[in-house]
């Protein structure tokens, strides 16, 4: 039986950290980390972070498309090696691929090709949600065309066998935000980072945003924020944490950290959808703490998951989680 099922876009992740500079037109820059082959994709990187952090591979699946190319090979290979249980369809269409810049200092630069994720099929991803009755089904969107059409059919479908329906976007490509909102009612937790919390919302601010993906239906919502911290919101409390202190190599799939970090909290608590709506501020802060721990360790090496694990987590815990939490503002919040 399954505890998580990850959905949405795979990605074979060519990244290039720790860059003095990007190179100008017939320029020659040195890429002194080398360039990395990883895999990328919200529910890839989410899967294999949530293995390191001990939760068992046999219980954590994987669902996506990829192509019959070296890349989709690649992944699948990954993949397989953490012993996750995967469902992978082969499609006619080129694996997704992205090109990662990180200079020193700035935030990625991302480069996309969009290719097999945008034929993975909504009827297989509801199929398997109710075949496998994940405690947690998570659905990565915005670039899977053809489950993005019917992303409100699938949650509503997937919150009648999970406790928790989580969602996670990216800036959809070639159709506007409101692609989602039929989902948001079924959404039990909802990611993004701020950016995409008001081009979604088009809020002027941060709090406008989170009222209107709580008006939508949205149970919780978590926005990170970077070297700001994050914030949780519920219809009981606001919750806004600093973030933590860490040699930052690469922040590529810090993001994906994150969530991971806050599904192994919830699985370990067992709350449901409506005991999140209702969560106190203490609640909401522990599971921030642990969410931008797994965060702050993706960003100490190269790729996407390869800086994270449940020791470097924990040793960020105990070493600044009590400063952090006497940081943490809580406050009430009335919609």
């Known amino acids: 039986m399954l505890r998580v099922l990850a959905c949405g876009f795979l990605v074979a992740d060519i990244v290039v950290a720790d860059l003095e500079r990007v190179a100008g037109p017939g320029e020659l820059v040195y890429a002194p980390r080398g360039i990395v082959l990883s895999v990328g994709g919200h ?91 994940p405690e947690v089904f998570y659905l990565a969107s915005g670039i899977t065309d053809l489950v993005d059409a019917r992303v409100g059919e699938v949650f509503e479908r997937a919150a009648r066998v999970s406790r928790i329906t989580f969602a996670d976007v990216v800036p959809p490509h070639g159709k506007g935000w409101g692609y989602i909102l039929p989902a948001l009612p079924h959404v039990a937790v909802f990611h ?42 519920n219809r009981r409390r606001v919750v806004e944490q600093p973030a933590f202190k860490v040699e930052v190599v690469d922040p590529t799939g810090a993001g994906d ?30 599971l921030l703490l642990y969410g931008q721990a797994a965060g702050a360790s993706a960003c100490t090496a190269p790729g996407t998951t390869e800086g994270v694990s449940r020791d470097k987590v924990e040793e960020l815990v105990e070493g600044q989680g009590r400063s952090l939490l006497e940081k943490t503002k809580i406050r009430s919040f009335s919609r």
Do not use: Q
């Open 192 to 233: 993004c980072n701020e950016s995409e919390a008001r081009g979604l919302t088009g809020a002027p601010d941060l709090e406008g945003a989170l009222r209107k993906l709580l008006g939508w239906g949205v149970k919780l919502a978590l926005v990170t924020m970077g070297e700001r911290g994050a914030v949780a919101a």
């Open 257 to 286: 950290a994150f969530c991971a970090g806050v599904i192994w909290r919830l699985l370990e608590l067992g709350l449901s959808a409506s005991e999140l709506s209702e969560a106190g501020g203490e609640e909401l802060a522990e």
């Open 43 to 133: 529910p890839a990187n989410v899967s294999v972070d949530l293995v390191k952090l001990g939760v068992e591979p046999e219980s954590v699946g994987v669902c996506g498309a990829v192509g019959s190319d070296l890349f989709g090979d690649f992944i699948v290979r990954t993949l397989e090696g953490y012993g996750l249980k995967l469902f992978i369809e082969r499609v006619p269409a080129s694996t997704n691929k992205n090109v990662i810049l990180v200079v020193k200092g700035e935030d990625r630069r991302f480069h996309v090709e969009l290719g097999a994720s945008n034929l993975l099929k909504p009827e297989a991803v509801i199929g398997l949600a109710e075949r496998e009755r």
